[in-house]
């Protein structure tokens, strides 16, 4: 992108510091990952500052309680937070803040979006209220009702890369699942450039277990998840649908009809805190699709993307954890088109993706705040 | 000891292999850490079989569907175990079995523990519920009423290396804590040969997340205790008293006074599954007690021990994983006695010394079972 | 001892303790992870007993001092080991092993084991020098010459459950490794049974870095490898021409040729000590193949089977782990086949098979010394 | 950038941004784990910038191909880096740079350092080569002669907020050793005040991997290091003189002599990669020295400081983790201090106080680019 970077606080350059204020932010639900991670980031941002710490307990904690690690580190780049944590107010987060990130359970989240956007705040929602277009899918998916089919219509799935236009437009956008998020990117080029089928394709991902929340369960202890690996929601997973609608929303000869069983999607636990690799099988269109050819899709189709990289060899984890980015490696191998695609899934997979969106959302430099 | 290994199924040798029953003995609580380590164990116990598993579940699982690794692996190398949990019916259990291991919360123990002797039925307790000969350090360290004060009396410390004779004749024996089993096993033959101070002792110790049992807490999650380390319980832990009393009635000279403020014991959470390090440090009675002369006092006191290694250098924890092993360094350095020692939390600090204890009680060579 | 373990140390019974004289072998290249973990296995061995460590060091090692988990532990249920290392003596290892396990480099297994065999030495080779019949494949796939053709022809390749027969009258068994082992077993009985196609099958494996050796390496320190993941010879593997051939050779229908890709094979790196997952992908031959179907194949193809366990749920490390199980769950979704295969990288995956096949060979009971 | 980050790019603030250029700064032995954190953190520096990355190695690596994270992420706050490593060339490092960071052994560092000086080129040395200040005690530590008595005089230690003075107007800072660190913050302020006495002073430290650097060492492999803890060094760590030396000349009171024994120093080996926790032992001076009395000193001696946090309870790694704190808790307990300090061994424990030093000998804000 053009002038990406930290620079001057508003996309479109003009006016010196002193005409710059940083866009004060609400941050719904922040004491789980997704809520530190997005403090974390915006505290380096520029042009952000979080103005308003909203959590729906009763009594709402100090986040700096919540987690010592933030004693002492509230004075951000753009400004100091406030630690304590108010209520839900509707009124209170219109009155001061621009936009709001929810990291609030599916059904709170379309409980609080109808009321912010109402009154004018932009809403980045992290939960996946927003991102199946078609509520009997979302409900089949989620076990619940969807009660806000009114704002899904307009809700922009915040795939920014492959969205900006839509997102910058958006008073709604819907954060992208972590999953989906490395699986689109990885196939969206190869599928609009013709170079792999639509049917047959496998994501075969693996991801850290902050992706099941801060909340302890069974097998989430050091103990039962330390030194081990698992597959889980084998063909069933809750963002296979997810990936469907973006390929198929996303392609355009896709349109008209995918393949009936759309994509298998196969998560698996790593006995890790973070990042996702998704090792991805698909079927080239012809026996003239080789390597060289498919890194080359990639290639033209992220060039001057900030965040995506595309790589001859195989990325790790430890080459995106803590970034925003996303590194994609693909090679055409025993008649298969193999693609390993990493994301860090705090970042890229949910809080970075938010502060990207919300970045374009509010005309800042879409790279601001982010590494 | 004399006739150490899996030898003949009697300690006293005599009768061929058609004399041999193996003894048939109960799990109370299998479906913790330690009731899963004591089924491994009793698995490749030539001389012991596991004839009851009693839950006190309301609906008895099996067993092998709590722990899946179990599945087709219950035919032990004393029988075949059945995998189906009954309930805590004590008649049952003195019908079928000679000992039963208690691995039960401390409450429950008190409560079960008096049914099962009447009833002629020997009890080795993994529980807290026997350890502290003080009923009032026992309420203050464990926060409610000791309900059983009268098996207290002749409840046997199982130590085995140091209470081998009174665990041959126990009906009721304690089951060390671990940490107080690494910590007493380094520090009472210094004490008893007067080359370190009994005042002013530290014993700085860190163990693995299982110590902290199977239920799922906040700070035991993989994403909380992983990559982690803390110091918890600093002064105040449980295990502070029952460190105190074993040093205390272990060593004669002590017994008509100890320091005033007795040990300091500090433990720490380590990001690993199982394994506990104790880095002690002591102050040697005079300037003539150096490294060499420690040395040869563990090792004269563990001559013949079949599970105790003073070593002349530091033990890892993976030296002592998935053994019954406790290995133990000392030096006196900057005018100082360091002592590291190291075990197995599950194996020597709970089920391992719990076999060696049942062993010792049914007479069965000491060393059954144990590796 | 008597009759603990599986048995009396003879797969047809007979004798008396009396008659009983554990088989001695040999373990040459004791140093690294399988030699360890072979040790570990014989010493819980009622039947087999470690004769002689044969290391190729200039200056021979003592085992447990390699090894400090050791000392103190090399007393076996079969009698006890010494911990000095000697060297790769032919002659000597004849006059006192009935079979020597071979964890040597491939290069140096080629050369010792013509001089074992020819002094009547049983061998089990844990080096891939024996794995693959023809030579130019294994060649390429290594990277040097194959130097011992004569003995390649009668090797037989390892997989217990599928090879009993052969291995009962091998003089070489050349174990397989450890990929090809959860790969083949998870389906060979699906493609005999004609329920999966044999073209187009993917294998997704993840290892634990004890795969790797014990040799450091700038991938394998904890600060790399840790809190990582990665894919790594995507498609180029040395393992899949060796699961080609196992499923090549072992299926009947394919024996007249397979499809022109054979398997695509692609490992990653877990950061754990131990444990492989395999995820594999396979096209039901008929829209008739369904869940029910597949696991019915499995159970049918198992039944009996020690160590082989088809299961409905998918399984994760930690049920295999330290034992030498196999756990397989197998289903159809979204027009696949979705087979998750588990087994410990250094038990089933080596150094357990590897005593499987031995005690085949010597006459012992199957499941001895094995959990 | 204009006034992003922790104000205007000159700790007296003077002009607008216009006037405002970031420092240039060389990274000299870039490819180790302290280059990397020192990259990652100035390229969020918004008054510095990384304009010399100099490798000792014969063929000059790319820092990216290195380490794949940085591909695409060196556009820093205060502009690009070029990823080609350059020859440490004095004279072009001096033209273009007005500091150096030191990454390299300490017998490079002693040779370098002079050149640089000679220069014009502040130095800050991460490197052991100029802490000790009696270069007999230098050699003994660390086994060969000091090359560079001259610059020793001179050189300031750089724990800054005890030295932050001396820092303002060094040439040469020595960054102190990452366990010095630790102990050094915890000690001082409570020696200062007299609470605690100078003798029997034991520091029992943890540290996680990447203390011991990149190369790939046999105890540093995920397989040896990972779920393992163990002590090392007892007694006779490098850092034991490096700990004493600063606590005896930080502390007036102690400037006439120091305990004959001086600090007891125990560290030990975490099974991750970053962090070290100190538990630290001591005398109180009197029985009025209680919990409160020791936290007062903590928090009278760090107010205003922004990165020491003393705290009323003890602190874990993850509260310091990637961030420059030291995180403190201080009480009296069964007549001892005990203390626990917590930092991130790469950050305040090299890399980030390199930086702070930095920044104060440049005249920047000192928490600039450090969170």
Known sequence: ?????????????????????????????????????????????????????????EKQPRIDAEFPRLVGRLRGASGTINPQCEPLDHD?????????????????????????????????????????????????????????????????????????????????CANPGCYPTAAALALLPLLRAGVIEPGGLIVNAASGVSGAGREPKPNTTLVEAGENFSAYGIGVHRHQPEIN???????????????????????????????????????????????????DVLTHAYAGEPFVLPRTDAPTLHDVQRTNGVHINARVVSGRVVIVAAIDNLVKGASGQAVQNANVMLGLPETAGLA
Request: charged letters at 20%; glycine letters at 10%; hydrophobic letters at 40%.
């Open 1 to 57: 992108m053009a002038d990406a970077g930290t620079s001057n606080g508003g996309s479109r350059g003009a006016g010196g510091p002193s005409a710059f204020t940083p866009a004060p932010v609400a941050i719904l639900g922040p004491t789980g990952y997704t809520g530190l991670e997005l403090l974390e980031i915006i505290l380096r941002h520029p042009g952000m500052r979080v103005e308003y710490l909203g959590s729906a307990r």
């Open 92 to 172: 209170a987060i219109a009155a001061r803040c621009r936009l709001a990130f929810l990291c609030l359970p599916h059904e709170a989240a379309m409980e609080h979006t109808p009321k912010l956007l109402e009154r004018g705040v932009k809403v980045v929602d992290l939960s996946a209220a927003y991102r199946l277009k078609d509520p009997s899918v979302y409900e089949k998916a989620y076990g619940h009702h969807h009660s806000d089919a009114k704002n899904l219509e307009h809700a922009v799935y915040g795939l920014t890369e492959i969205m900006r236009e839509q997102v910058a437009r958006a008073r709604l």
């Open 245 to 295: 609608q973006t390929l198929h929303l996303g392609t355009p000869a896709l349109r008209a009809g995918v393949h009936p069983h759309g994509v298998l999607f196969v998560p698996h636990l790593l006995p890790i805190e973070r990042g996702i690799l998704e090792t991805i099988y698909a079927t080239p269109t012809s026996g003239k699709v080789d390597t060289a050819r498919v890194m």
